[in-house]
């Protein structure tokens, strides 16, 4: 065997263990540690399998998950799909670009909680809040859409999902699922900053969906501004 070849086998075998290496260290990684990064949406689908990622995305659904279990993005459409479902879809994302103000930046913002080591599930907690400038919209405005009683309209609710599926596929695809285990409990805050129980809608009537998201490493306000330019 010649020298070139001994080269490029050695070069093969080194390739090969570092991938191994790498791929059994990122799987060893506690989940919440995994989790935290930038993130796209890909693809989502409902509980038939169909895929509706093009009517969560104006234009793009990205979150960023902090060490500081923060959550911040344009995410605000999917949980608002996720909460209230799709039979007054189009009507509602007509109002979409109005209420959330994505193209200056304006994000949503909420919490992820996940337990200590490698766990297959975890909480999270969408603030669902119109972030555009006054005059543009108002939460009140999609609540209405979907039929919410006049006497629990909120300006803020605070949906929260737990015991959702988390699971990876490699150390850039991230897979959740909200599905029969998946429980769901809504809030909003009084007048002292108290949180007390919104009933305004079923918390057991959410849509049971995946989604998978592709980790990235641009900054979110980037993936958000080409995003934005395509549109």
């Given at each position: ?8 086998i050695v070069a093969l075998s080194v390739a090969s263990f570092t991938s191994c290496d790498l791929n059994e260290l990122v799987a060893t990684k506690p989940t919440k ?199």
């Amino acid at each position: 065997m010649n020298l070139l070849k001994r080269l490029f086998i050695v070069a093969l075998s080194v390739a090969s263990f570092t991938s191994c290496d790498l791929n059994e260290l990122v799987a060893t990684k506690p989940t919440k540690q995994q989790m935290q990064g930038t993130w796209v949406l890909t693809k989502a689908t409902d509980s038939q399998g169909t895929d509706i990622t093009q009517k969560l995305s104006f234009p793009v659904t990205a979150i960023q998950l902090t060490d500081d279990n923060g959550m911040v993005g344009t995410m605000a459409p999917m949980f608002t799909y996720l909460v209230y479902g799709g039979s007054k879809w189009s009507e509602a994302a007509g109002k979409m670009d109005q209420l959330f103000d994505y193209v200056n930046m304006r994000f949503n913002t909420g919490e992820f909680f996940v337990a200590d080591g490698q766990v297959d599930n975890f909480t999270v907690e969408a603030k669902l809040q119109a972030t555009a400038i006054a005059g543009g919209g108002a939460l009140t405005d999609i609540l209405k859409i979907f039929g919410v009683n006049t006497s629990f309209l909120q300006q803020v609710i605070y949906h929260k999902f737990m015991n959702v599926a988390v699971f990876f596929d490699g150390k850039d695809t991230m897979i959740w699922e909200f599905d029969q285990q998946t429980d769901a409990v809504y809030n909003y805050k009084n007048s002292v900053g108290e949180m007390v129980p919104w009933t305004g809608w079923s918390t057991a009537s959410f849509q049971k969906c995946r989604f998978v998201f592709a980790r990235k490493t641009l900054k979110l306000e980037d993936i958000v501004r080409n995003a934005n330019q395509r549109y």
